[in-house]
């Protein structure tokens, strides 16, 4: 049983609120469509009902998953009406709280994921999200880098500390690992010990090297099945669309080791592969779990891990954010600057 940890004294003071407007700035999306289909609108605050608080944002992450759902793939199949307003991560201000001892007070600096697309999302002033989906954001990070951490950091927490169960001396072989999840997920596996193999370009190595793994390939000049074998997880967040990393990463697995793949639809027929070839195997979807965060957030705030943001755009550029995450060349995370905080 999770149990959330009662507020302490030292904790820090809360900002000033003021009352919501009754409409907000956003971005939204009138039908799939390509980066220009996000358009700026005037949209109504969302009220939180039950234990949902409302947030002023300051900053929104931007994942691989907004572009697709925008795009007419990833959870677009389930918004039930346009326009519609993506996004899943934030960093910003509790505004409105569900009762007045509630864990997070008016003023409280939070940040978390959005329930998008099953209420608005974060390209907004303002948002929604479940209690148990936020935690306080770490004191020592601004919110344009809190805002890059919810759903990369939880994914990677999931797919490392709780799917492969990290640990000292196991060997671990994870893909694109210079992305927003990948570079949490070298973090995480280096953290708890395990020998942490990247294959990524070779531009990031060094960074990858700082950031805890063991080696770094070049993916641009080295077949990773050439030079890797018998490690005992792989975490794959290509999939098989980009040259059958998938199907090639069973190669190197020892017999009964564990294929993770993360990227939605890249490789339909894994499970059958990986049981012809004697691994085990599953795919992930994130969980927006408040303690699991919270946890990240006392690593983030003891330097024992760190969130590397890559660009910053303002909300009315969300259509050049989108460019920059499709264009497949990010190192970390890209965050849309939303409000002053």
Request: proline content about 8%; overall charge negative; cysteine-free.
């Amino acid at each position: 049983m999770r149990i959330r940890p009662l507020r302490s004294a030292t904790e820090a003071p809360l900002a000033p609120v003021e009352a919501p407007p009754a409409v907000m700035r956003a971005m939204v999306v009138d039908a799939p469509g390509g980066p220009d289909a996000l358009r700026a609108a005037s949209v109504p605050v969302p009220s939180p009902v039950l234990s949902e608080v409302l947030v002023r944002v300051v900053a929104a992450g931007v994942n691989p998953i907004d572009a697709k759902t925008r795009g007419g793939a990833g959870v677009s199949g389930a918004i039930d009406a346009y326009p519609a307003t993506p996004g899943f991560d934030f960093s910003g201000i509790v505004v409105k709280s569900p009762y007045e001892a509630h864990p997070f007070p008016p003023g409280t600096e939070v940040f978390g994921m959005a329930s998008f697309p099953r209420t608005g999302g974060t390209y907004a002033e303002y948002v929604v999200a479940p209690s148990l989906s936020v935690a306080r954001k770490p004191a020592t990070l601004s919110h344009v880098e809190a805002a890059g951490v919810p759903l990369a950091a939880l994914t990677a927490w999931g797919l490392v500390v709780e799917t492969a169960h990290a640990h000292e001396g196991q060997r671990v072989l994870i893909h694109a690992g210079s992305g927003g999840v990948g570079h949490f997920a070298v973090q995480f596996a280096a953290y708890f010990g395990a020998h942490v193999t990247v294959t990524a370009s070779g531009r990031n190595a060094s960074w990858l090297r700082e950031l805890g793994a063991a080696v770094v390939i070049d993916y641009t000049t080295t077949k990773f099945e050439e030079v890797v074998t018998e490690v005992d997880v792989v975490i794959d967040l290509v999939g098989n669309v980009h040259a059958d990393t998938g199907t090639r990463s069973l190669e190197v697995l020892r017999p009964g080791g564990l294929y993770v793949l993360v990227p939605t639809g890249s490789w339909p027929g894994y499970a059958e592969a990986a049981a012809g070839a004697g691994v085990r195997a599953t795919s992930y979807k994130v969980i927006p779990d408040g303690g699991a965060l919270a946890t990240v957030a006392r690593l983030l705030d003891s330097g024992s891990v760190q969130v590397y943001i890559d660009q910053v755009f303002d909300l009315a550029d969300a259509p050049g954010a989108h460019r920059a995450i499709e264009a497949g060349h990010t190192r970390g995370k890209v965050v849309l600057r939303v409000s002053d905080g």
